[in-house]
């Protein structure tokens, strides 16, 4: 049997017990737990893979790990850079009590990632590869560039920015959907050493103020409208309210660079303010078509991305140039076993980091052929990817979870029906990926054949942590089985000790790697407060973690206050500032529940203002409060009236409670002895159907 590949499992990295009833699997026989099943990738696609036995991996994870100056130098000078960095590779500390924090990598080296993208693969006679294939909402509606095409775009957009006055090191704001234009308008930025700042097209426009107010950009650049699926989204008026909030707070940005997107709207439906707003297609084509680059230091910042925490605050995760761009570029180059004829589709939004690390600059870095999708996976019906795939004749197909459990509901014959067999690889982001989901992703998108990515990393990381390497091991389905290359995961229990060998704890690294955020963009003391103070003399992931019997790392979902929505990353507090910004509200608490499609779903418990009578209409006005101030991915799914909220007697709420009140695991409440008033609890669970 071609999954059963059985010569590559001499080895497992050390610390790891041996393969239990291995006979088993051969056999062909059920096995009892998700852990002991083992997938193997087949003999045909181990021979022609990059990493294709445990013992290259972990040959290779060795010399990572042993000597990072050594590996990671050696990758970076296959980039091209104007001037080598320093004597030290990097230099970096991750223990407060040694003092601040800091990672550099490959300082004093002097590059820009947007001339490895396009200038370099141009030169290196990639000019006429398709760069980016756009496939827009409604089927048969496309374009193409090429390299030297996207290169020449990307320019005139860059001379542009530069004319209008942006320069080295100011913030640009980007606002806009999948269209080709996002990827251009990242690399433009990139190219002159402007700091993109990348905002979801889902975003309100209070989130979208909030995010201005905080980076203070010169330029926005957004588009009139798109359409998801049949609904049409006016971006131009969201901007333009967001841009009303800012000027309140005194920060004005001088020029919103609007792209006119004629499938969606038309320019005279389009709300303008003259001398801010300008229309992308009439100033564009006048630039010329090549634009020197500015030069920058591989510790100069490259982005700025705003993610959920646990307080109300959005952190602006910063990441640095040289580092992210080895790290990005080498990541997709193993995990998905990258070659130059693959052709390859992640359907992230850019807006979020796997858009920016996997469907912009890792693959770029590498010369590859990228698709990118405007619309949405189920329209015009569930048979949408599989069309796109056999119709680009893609090979490595790179989504997320809730996507797969929501195409599984509808019949197979939507898979089916579409050929498919360009395909190679699978992968998986954004939250763990349940064992059936993981099951109907292998054997029926990808015919059994197609090994699954399942990789685990953040906005934080910049890149992938732990993934598998799709030619190298045997997979268990809903793990993301061993660390990437210079990844050391650690589990630490409450105190922070280690624990080696099988255990569950809470997921920390140790050591810097060339793709982790330097700070959190004007708040260096909350990037140490967050990520380096909880377990001293390491980085916090905020995930829960469990290593098995064999060595393999199974994420178990954030322990902190974050909910995963649909991969997307929500805070409780936000949502519950949101809520209790209505007037009627007086608390708010949230708690994340789990969802059969989006993974988790939010779960809101509302005290309302004394003698407001609870309505439908009111639970409607609610949500709208949290769509308005968040966006309508973060809205709850269910809001549950609370007459009180269950707090210790210092105030503090017990979420612990609230979690089982809205799992409706009732029998186990635990000790609700602290509480402050212990019958709020029977309240609560009265009122959980009204
Ligand atoms: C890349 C991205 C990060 C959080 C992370 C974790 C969850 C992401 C996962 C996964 C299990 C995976 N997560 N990938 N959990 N398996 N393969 O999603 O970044 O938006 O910052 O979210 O997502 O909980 O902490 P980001």
Known sequence: NHLRHLDSMSLLPSGAGKISQLNAVVLGESLASEENDLIFPSKEFSAQALVSSPQQYMEMHKRSIDDPAGFWSDIASQFYWKQKWGDQVFSDNLDVRKGPIHIEWFKGGITNICY??????????????????????????????????????????????????????????????????????????????????????GFSADSLAQRIIDCKPKVILTCNAVKRGPKTINLKAIVDAALDLSSKDGVSVGICLTYDNPSATTREKTKWKNGRDVWWQDVISKYPTSCEVEWVDAEDPLFLLYTSGSTGKPKGVLHTTGGYMVYTATTFKYAFDYKSTDVYWCTADCGWITGHSYVTYGPMLNGATVVVFEGAPN???????????????????????????????????????????SLRVLGSV???????????????????????????????????????????????????????????????????????????????????????????????????????????????????????????????????????????????????????????????????????????????????????????????????????????????????WAPGLPKTRSGKIMRRILRKIASKQLEERGDISTLADPSVVDQLIALADV
């Open 116 to 201: 490895n993208c396009l200038d370099k693969n141009v030169e290196a006679g990639l000019g006429d590869k398709t760069a980016i294939y756009w496939e827009g909402n409604e089927p048969g509606v496309g374009a193409s560039s090429t390299y030297s095409e996207l290169l020449q775009q990307v320019c005139q957009l860059a001379n542009y920015l530069k004319d209008v006055g942006v320069k080295k090191g100011d913030a640009v704001v980007i606002y806009l959907p999948m269209l080709m234009e996002l990827p251009i308008a990242m690399l433009a930025c990139a190219r002159i050493g402007a700091v993109h700042s990348v905002v979801f097209a």
């Open 379 to 421: 329209y015009p019906d569930s048979g949408r990817c599989w069309e796109i795939i056999d119709k680009y004749k893609i090979s490595i197909f790179y989504t997320a979870p809730t996507l797969v459990r929501s195409l599984m509901r509808d019949d197979d014959k939507y898979v089916t029906r579409h050929s498919r067999k």
């Open 430 to 640: 954004g939250e763990p990926i349940n064992p059936s989901a993981w099951r109907w992703f292998f054997n029926l998108v990808g015919d059994s054949k197609c090994p699954i990515s399942d990789t685990w990393w953040q906005t934080e990381t910049g890149g992938f942590m732990i993934t598998p390497l799709p030619g190298a091991w045997p997979q268990k389905p809903g793990s993301a089985t061993f660390p990437f290359f210079g990844v050391q995961p650690v589990i630490v229990d409450e105190k922070g000790n280690e624990i080696k060998g099988e255990c569950s704890g809470y997921l920390c690294v140790k050591g810097s790697w060339p793709g982790a955020f330097r700070t959190l963009f004007g708040d260096h003391e909350r990037y140490e407060t967050t990520y380096f103070k909880p377990f001293e003399g390491y980085y916090f992931s905020g995930d829960g973690c469990s290593r098995d019997k064999d060595g393999y790392y199974w994420l178990t979902g954030r322990v902190d206050d974050v909910i995963n929505v649909s991969g997307h990353r929500i805070g409780t507090a936000e949502v519950e500032s949101a809520l209790a910004s209505h007037p009627q509200c007086a608390e708010a608490a949230v708690v994340g529940v789990e969802h059969e499609v989006k993974g988790q779903g939010i779960y809101a418990f509302v005290t309302l203002v004394e003698g407001v009578p609870y309505s439908e209409e009111l639970r409607k006005s609610l949500v709208l409060m949290v769509r308005n101030q968040i966006g309508a991915f973060a809205a709850p799914d269910r809001i549950h």
